[in-house]
C-alpha cells in the first residue's frame, strides 16, 4: 500500500468535509437577532442543509471505499496530482471567500446586521467565489476517487443546477438591498469562472 494514497486520500477527504462545515456554527442554520431572512428557500435551507450535508458525507464515504478497494495498488499518475491540486485550490478559494465575508457567511440566504458587500479577497475578481470552490471540489474529488463518469456527470449537473438557483436568489435579495452599488459588482465581474463567466 503506497503512502502516497493513503495521504492524499485522507486530505481530499478533508478538504471536502472542511469546505461543507460552517466556521459560524451559532449562526449556520439561520441567522442572529437583527438579521433578515431573505430566501423564499431560508426554511427549506434550514432542512436540507443537514440532509446535504450528511449525503455528501455518504457520497463521500461509499467513493472512498470504492478507491480503496479498487484503485489503491494503481499507481499515481501526472493527472492525479493536478486534481489533488485542483481539489486544494478548490479548498483554498473556500476557505478565503469565508474568511472574507466574515460574519456574514452562513448557509441560510439573508441580510446579516450591519450587512456590507464585500469586494476584497477573492471577492475583488469573482462574485461568487465560494460556489465557484464549492464546484471545484466536489467534481475533482469524485473523478480524484475514480467515480464512474456516468455518476460524476449526474452529481456535478445537480450540484450546479442547485448552485446557480441559489445564486439567483442571492443576486435579487443583494440588488434589492443595495441596487446600482451590487448591480455595478454584476456588470463588472465575472460569476464563478474569471474570464468565461
Avoid at 72 to 92: A, K, N, Q, S
Avoid at 110 to 137: D, F, N, S, W
Avoid at 150 to 170: D, F, P
Amino acid at each position: 500500500m503506497d503512502p502516497i494514497h493513503i495521504v492524499l486520500t485522507t486530505l481530499v477527504n478533508l478538504f471536502v468535509m472542511v469546505s461543507i462545515t460552517s466556521p459560524n456554527e451559532h449562526q449556520e442554520m439561520g441567522l442572529v437577532e437583527g438579521d433578515r431572512i431573505y430566501s423564499p428557500l431560508a426554511e427549506k435551507d434550514r432542512k436540507l442543509i443537514p440532509l446535504a450535508r450528511t449525503s455528501a458525507f455518504m457520497i463521500l464515504c461509499v467513493a472512498t471505499m470504492n478507491y480503496v478497494y479498487n484503485h489503491f495498488d494503481t499507481p499515481f499518475r501526472y493527472y492525479d496530482y493536478v486534481l489533488f491540486l485542483v481539489i486544494f485550490i478548490g479548498w483554498f478559494l473556500r476557505m478565503w471567500a469565508i474568511r472574507s465575508l466574515g460574519h456574514m457567511f452562513t448557509f441560510v440566504i439573508g441580510i446579516r446586521k450591519k450587512h456590507e458587500l464585500v469586494e476584497t479577497g477573492p471577492y475583488a475578481i469573482l462574485v461568487h467565489p465560494g460556489y465557484a470552490a464549492q464546484i471545484m471540489i466536489c467534481i475533482t474529488s469524485l473523478i480524484f476517487l475514480k467515480v464512474h463518469t456516468l455518476l460524476v456527470l449526474a452529481i456535478g449537473i445537480y450540484t450546479i443546477s442547485q448552485i446557480i438557483k441559489r445564486m439567483i436568489i442571492e443576486e435579487e435579495m443583494l440588488l434589492k438591498e443595495f441596487g446600482k452599488k451590487y448591480q455595478e459588482i454584476l456588470n463588472n465581474k465575472y460569476r464563478l469562472i474569471p474570464y468565461i463567466y
